[in-house]
């Protein structure tokens, strides 16, 4: 019934190989990309600057880890350091008086830099002992920025954003702050698509997939999974530098900790590795589900229907969000992306399942 | 159908009469209440300010409750919102923006990387955002930072009174030996340059010996320090790095009586020291412990005694229930001053005056008497040293402040950096 494959004939190659070869998939992207855009009218301020946005740059964040965790295998748990170098850049370069377009570039640069030095530990070693070298990342990182004040900015350790402009537009209202995050995370959406369907992204597959494998059959290992941190710690830090400059507009070392990757990394597993929707659902399920538990449980126990306790009150909503994290890898391992996918199934033969193969 | 009709119309006319009059009522209730003040308390119940958190909060709710079951200021009720959000900043933001939307005129993070992201936001919003012994010590410039109360003594302050202590009552600073141990962090950091121009001042000599946060693994550290040899030593931690930082002194062979510790230390880190092994150990206090001043009375009177206490009964009157206490205590002064001053309803605007308007104010005893300026938001940086005796705190020195000029340097200088965006 829905996203119906019948009746859609392709003629050409290049409209086979369209980033969305189902029109009603089109139209789909078409519309939510429509909401996007439309939102500072649609929804109140509150929502746009406590909800969408941050979920936009949440998930430009995690669209970048999955390039390198998703599609190239290769597991990252400093994430959130790449971002910090990127965001410390960004305001430092910004402060020096660099524009903030070429600031973003040399936030991407620098991240990039210091990201594939540390990848460069992926030559050697595979799985969890790079999850060791990539920790080693955040840590020292995190040591870097607290120990030197020339970086954090002092004795306070907060460097804030200066004002700046993005192609003319001054970024410091919500609105323009809103539709840079949404820029760059739309950016980011097309440009994985792509990078998935492309040579480069096949062989990242490829290695991800089994390296020696790949080796066999012609690809440089080395090249791939060197360029495969280059991309995403440029793309990590560029997501860096909008948190800083769209959403918190002054940067603290706590804003980048160990448990913001950890975050990062969940965001990839629960919405599912590799998926470009998964990363938007992955934002959502660890970003914003906390936070509607937490006003949910509140609201209940201010309305007299729930008396509890302070400390219970406020560890409920982690109990719901811990089991509802067992509870979607009970029921769908590969994440919300692939349930998603099902339901688009279950749409696509509706009413019809039994031609369902 | 006629009669259908009838009914009809008798049915609307019943509704409508009881809309009227629901809507009556409702007018009469609104005109009897005072418009009610929110405050909100968005703080950190499920991450690492838990240690401080539950027993603060707790008295910030008992206060109110007292407020409000005693006719509530001039008239006006007190409403709190209170939300966790785990010291994570996004989260911070998020309740912040729907509380000032519910109409909150101020609000406690109690978390230093939530208040710290929320300053330029307070700043921007006029609302007036109380950081008591947590967030910027620079925020003592109340003309640099208008709506930003630390309200107590800063970490610089505390530092200044620790070592006005070792020099009136454990044998003077000249020619001393004065460790810091700290945990690795911005917060550990704070006092050290206090203590260096006080070092270069009085001829003492200061290290500084970080531990790695968390702080649950300290042994290394201590090691160097007792290598030194230092004849006094402040510790700088919270939670618990705490009790672990004394444990391991004591193991080190450094005596309780030469530990100092900054504001972060209760009962229950001491009862994991060990009562006894911890006798001797110093700390500075913010406010007096214990349930004798008569706030505590009075709380326990109209609140805990009627069964409407907010958590656990044995709390009340610890050190940390007693700070929370101290805090809403002073708010609701400010709010005072701000409706007796400048006229209901309360907005951010008018409690920031009203907050500046308080003078000599100690909560009958709970707290020093704190006097807020335009200028001095921190209240003159009054504590006391207080002695853990084996069972309890006790005062060692009447409420003092010391060495403000040095403090005031450091705040004036760092109020300047933020000016220029750090």
Redesign the interface.
């Known amino acids: 019934m829905f996203y119906r494959l019948a009746g859609v004939y392709h003629t050409t190659y290049a409209g086979e190989r369209k980033l969305w070869p189902v029109p009603a998939d089109r139209w789909q992207a078409l519309g939510v990309l429509a909401l996007g855009l439309l939102a500072p009218l649609l929804v109140g301020?509150?929502y746009l600057?406590?909800?969408l946005l941050?979920w936009l740059v949440w998930t430009a964040a995690a669209l970048s880890l999955t390039l390198l965790m998703g599609v190239a295998g290769q597991l990252h748990f400093g994430f959130a350091a790449v971002m910090a170098i990127g965001a410390y850049t960004a305001i430092h370069l910004t402060?020096f008086g660099v524009p903030f377009e070429i600031a973003l570039l040399g936030a991407g640069l620098m991240a990039a830099a210091i990201g594939s030095l540390f990848g460069a530990a992926a030559l050697r070693v595979k799985g969890l002992y790079l999850v060791m070298a990539t920790l080693a990342m955040q840590y020292l990182v995190d040591?870097t920025i607290?120990?030197v004040p020339a970086i954090?900015?002092?004795?306070?350790?907060?460097?804030?954003a200066?004002e700046v402009s993005f192609l003319g537009a001054p970024m410091t209202n919500d609105t323009v702050q809103y539709y840079g995050a949404l820029l760059w995370a739309a950016f980011l959406t097309v440009f994985i698509m792509n990078i998935k369907r492309s040579a480069f992204g096949r062989a990242l597959v490829a290695v991800r997939d089994k390296d020696f494998a790949a080796a066999v059959i012609g690809v440089n290992v080395f090249r791939y999974k060197l360029l495969a941190f280059f991309t995403s710690s440029f793309l990590g830090g560029v997501s860096g530098a909008v948190l800083a400059f769209c959403?918190?507009?002054?940067v603290?070392?706590?804003?980048f900790s160990f448990?913001v990757s950890i975050q990062f990394v969940a965001m990839v597993l629960v919405g599912g590795l590799g998926s470009v929707i998964g990363a938007y659902l992955g934002a959502a399920f660890v970003?914003l589900l906390?936070?509607v538990l937490?006003?949910l449980v509140?609201g209940l126990a201010d309305s007299g229907l729930l008396t509890i306790?302070?400390?219970l009150?406020?560890?409920i909503?982690?109990m719901a969000y811990g089991a509802l994290i067992i509870a979607f890898l009970l029921f769908e391992p590969l994440g919300l992306a692939k349930i998603y996918d099902n339901l688009r199934n279950y749409f696509r033969v509706w009413p019809f399942q039994h031609t369902r193969n | 159908m006629i009669n259908r009709r009838g009914v009809l119309r008798s049915a609307t006319a019943a509704i409508a009469a009881a809309a009227f009059a629901v809507s009556g009522f409702a007018g009469q209730a609104l005109a009897q209440d005072k418009q009610p003040i929110t405050f909100a308390l968005l703080q950190d119940?499920?991450g690492v300010y838990t240690f401080v958190s539950?027993e603060y909060?707790?008295g910030q709710?008992d206060y109110i409750k007292m407020v409000n079951a005693t006719g509530g200021v001039k008239g006006h009720p007190i409403e709190l919102i209170?939300?966790?959000t785990?010291?994570?900043?996004?989260?911070g933001?998020?309740?912040y923006?729907?509380a000032v939307?519910e109409g909150a005129v101020l609000v406690d993070f109690l978390s230093t990387?939530v208040s710290?992201?929320m300053?330029?936001r307070v700043l921007e919003d006029e609302v007036v955002m109380i950081t008591a012994l947590h967030g910027?010590?620079?925020a003592s410039d109340g003309q640099t930072f208008p709506y930003v109360f630390p309200m107590m003594a800063t970490y610089w302050s505390q530092a200044s009174v620790l070592a006005k202590y070792i020099e009136e009552h454990m044998g003077g600073l000249e020619g001393k030996k004065i460790a810091h141990v700290f945990i690795?962090?911005?917060f550990g950091?704070?006092p050290l340059?206090i203590l260096r121009e006080l070092a270069e001042r009085k001829g003492f000599e200061v290290k500084a010996f970080p531990y790695p946060s968390p702080g649950n693994e300290q042994s290394a550290t201590w090691s160097d320090v007792r290598r030194w040899g230092p004849d006094h030593v402040t510790i700088w931690g919270a939670g618990g790095g705490q009790p672990v930082s004394i444990r391991t002194a004591i193991r080190n062979g450094i005596s309780p009586k030469d530990i100092l510790s900054v504001v972060w230390l209760a009962r229950t880190d001491m009862r994991q020291v060990g009562f006894e092994a911890a006798k001797g150990v110093k700390r500075f206090a913010a406010t007096a412990t214990g349930r004798d001043t008569p706030v505590i009375q009075k709380i326990m009177e109209t609140v805990i005694e009627k069964g409407n206490g907010?958590?656990d009964m044995e709390n009340v009157g610890n050190v940390y229930y007693n700070i929370g206490v101290a805090t809403m205590a002073a708010s609701v002064q400010a709010a005072e001053h701000a409706i007796e001053n400048y006229g209901a309803p309360v907005t951010g605007p008018k409690l920031k005056k009203g907050f500046e308007d308080i003078e000599n104010f100690n909560a009958q005893g709970l707290m020093p008497p704190i006097t807020i300026t335009e200028k001095d938001h921190q209240g003159g940086g009054y504590g006391r040293v207080s002695m853990w005796t084996g069972d309890g705190w006790e005062p060692q020195t009447d409420w003092i402040t010391a060495y403000q000029d040095i403090v005031w340097e450091?705040i004036e200088e760092?109020a300047k950096?933020?000016e220029q965006?750090?």
């Open positions: 301020d509150l600057s406590s909800y941050p402060r040591w607290i120990n954090s900015g002092g004795a306070q350790a907060t460097l804030q200066p959403y918190y507009e002054a603290t070392p706590e804003q448990d970003l906390p936070i937490t006003n509140a306790s302070q400390n009150q406020s560890h909503p982690l | 119940f499920t539950n909060n707790q709710q209170v939300r966790d785990g010291n994570e900043p996004q989260r933001i998020e309740a923006n729907r939307e990387p710290r992201a300053v330029p910027r010590g620079d690795d962090s911005p950091r704070e340059p907010t958590g450091e760092n950096q933020f965006g750090n």
